[in-house]
């Protein structure tokens, strides 16, 4: 395989990608949507990111850097696909702005989109103005001006965070854990209690998802050191007396109705499938898998292959995914796509 | 609304000594007041499957404890006690006892259908308390509920005649629900309708009470429903580990 490899989708997995193409002296063509790379990181503005906490313009910022430093990496920002043919070794991709680009192979890494938090309306979000999202709440600590109300830019004395917002909930069709919310929450409240230490903050969940080595690091430090506090309940309604936001639900623990007034309500949002999806699996002729995001034919080998023979696919393309974990996907079906190159070429000869 | 934790304490644990010294020191009297502490000592296992049994309770193996069908809940927000989340809880992991002390307020749900709506996991816990109920009475717990009284003569007018009559209905629900027939609410709707309906209506409504109509040819459509309700009828029995399977 002589042809580049076309990789759709600039987040931390198409970054991913086609720098560990070009590292083995691969050409690649990166196409993006959006008018810069970066993803949701970027794209959202996110602040300090799970489990490093290095600031993410500074860690995937330094990815988009390195993937517009590459020579071998064509990138095509502003654009998408709109037709796809051809077998694998002689693909042939038209693009939105009339481009075509010959490619070998083709990895989507076309991610994920934010739930929409007004499909929850008893929440209040769109209704009230001081309930917000995690991404907003991201971008206030990354904006650094601090998370505030945004109703009279005060600073909130109690935030509540709710747990699974857009996931785990069959009445709105998402029968999925978002995988991430619950440590990025933690991570948040504890941004929170550093900024503004008179701040209360209370998580209300339905169970707690920091998994693996987040344990510690997320929900044991957050409750111990930052003395953040987890109520067991799923809140039924959200409104306002007029001055403050009212939350009520059941403390399922103590099995007792509580009506609890908040200056700050965040919704922890979860990973819909990307909206595109349906488009996508219609122009690359690839299955979806029944909650809607991108199907990966084996869990165990071949990593990243669709149900097309030289199509792949890495990260949040796939269903919830971590940042980490995304870019590990990537560099497999990077991999993935070289190998089966290489023993198409070898037969070959 | 009441002192909830008061709910939690038991007369029957509740133990005064009039003597009483430990380690020396006399703690007789109300000083030593303690509350037993209430100890499971074993699950009914078949439970959770009994209520499934019934029609409404298919989905409780879905419950994963949240509280917003509580939360969400109309009688909840007048009777703290009234706790669908609670009840779900009790009957999954078998604490049969438990359940029972709160048989009495159990069929207080007045199918609003709020958790049905609220419900992340699709559990329709109306179904559920419908269920419980029904487990309730075919259990001998309770007596029979006068919806579930309603709800069985419709059914049975519906099988014998393809056709409802109200007025019988509403006759037939006060005297097996020992009511007097004449109640305010009744008579002044039955004024209404009088000077509000039309006439030809009236006569029609008037020969039914007479004639009390059927669906023709229903013999063969009565015939087949009798038999779905007695074979549903020996189901449940038979999962609720009652008698020879056979209907009351
Ligand atoms: C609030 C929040 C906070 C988070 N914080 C963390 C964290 O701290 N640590 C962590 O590990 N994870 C975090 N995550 C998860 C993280 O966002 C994802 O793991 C990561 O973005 C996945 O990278 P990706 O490249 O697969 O997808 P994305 O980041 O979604 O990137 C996909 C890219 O593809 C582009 N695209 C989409 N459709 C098309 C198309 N049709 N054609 C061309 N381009 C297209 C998009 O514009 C985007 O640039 C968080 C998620 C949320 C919601
Ligand atoms: S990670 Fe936590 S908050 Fe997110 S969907 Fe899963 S359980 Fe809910």
Known sequence: ???????????????????????????????????????????????????????????????????????????????TVKEFAGEPGAFTATLSDGATVEAGAAILCTGFTHFDSVNKPEWGFGTFPDVVTTTQVEQMISSERGVRCPSDGRKPKRVAILLCVGSRDRQIGREWC????????????????????????????????????????????????FKVKYIKARIAEVTSDGERLIVKGEDTLVKRPITIPFDLVVHAIGMDPNVDNLLLS???????????????QSAYGGMGRTSRPGVYVAGAATGPETIDDSIAQANAAAIAALSAAYSTAGKAA | MPIHEQSLIRPENIKTHDKLEIDGIDVSGHWSTFIESRVVTDYNEALEDEIAALPGGEYIHRCWQCGSCTNSCTVNAVNPDFNPRYW??????????ELLRDKDII????????CTYACPRDVEPEGVMKATA?????????????????????????????????SSIIRQFFK????????????????????????????????????????SGWSKARA??????EECEREQRRALGLGDGKPE
């Open chain 1, 282 to 296: 219609s122009i690359f002729d690839i299955e979806l898998e029944p909650h809607g995001n991108i199907a990966r």
């Open chain 1, 178 to 225: 978002s995988k991430i919310c619950c440590t990025v929450s933690a991570n948040i409240a504890m941004e929170i209690r550093e900024e503004l230490p008179d701040c209360h903050v209370y998580i209300y969940y339905m169970d707690i998802r920091t998994f693996g080595l987040y344990e510690t690091t997320y929900y044991w430090r957050s409750q111990e050191e």
């Open chain 2, 88 to 97: 779900i809880y009790l009957i999954r992991t078998g604490m049969e006892s």
């Open chain 2, 134 to 166: 029904h487990w309730l009475e075919k259990k001998g717990h309770t007596p029979k509920s006068p919806s579930i009284i309603f709800d069985e003569l419709f059914a049975e007018q519906v099988i014998a005649r393809g056709k409802i009559e109200e």
């Open chain 1, 1 to 79: 395989m002589t042809e580049p490899v076309l990789v759709v989708g600039g987040g931390p997995a198409g970054l991913a990608a086609a720098q560990a193409l070009s590292g083995v002296g691969r050409k690649a063509v990166l196409v993006e949507k959006e008018d810069r790379l970066g993803g949701a990181p970027i794209l959202s503005g996110y602040a300090k990111l799970v489990p490093t906490g290095e600031w993410a313009r500074d860690a995937i910022g330094g990815m988009v850097g390195r993937v517009e430093g590459e020579a071998a990496i064509d990138i095509r920002t502003g654009c």
């Open chain 2, 176 to 215: 097996r629900t020992g009511q007097p027939l004449m109640q305010d609410w009744l008579v002044a709707m039955a004024r209404g309708l009088l000077m509000k309906l039309p006439v030809g209506l009236m006569r029609r409504m008037g020969l039914a009470v007479l004639f009390r109509p059927r669906t």
């Open chain 2, 224 to 229: 087949a429903l009798e038999e779905y309700v």
């Open chain 2, 107 to 114: 069929w207080q749900c007045i199918s609003c259908n709020k």
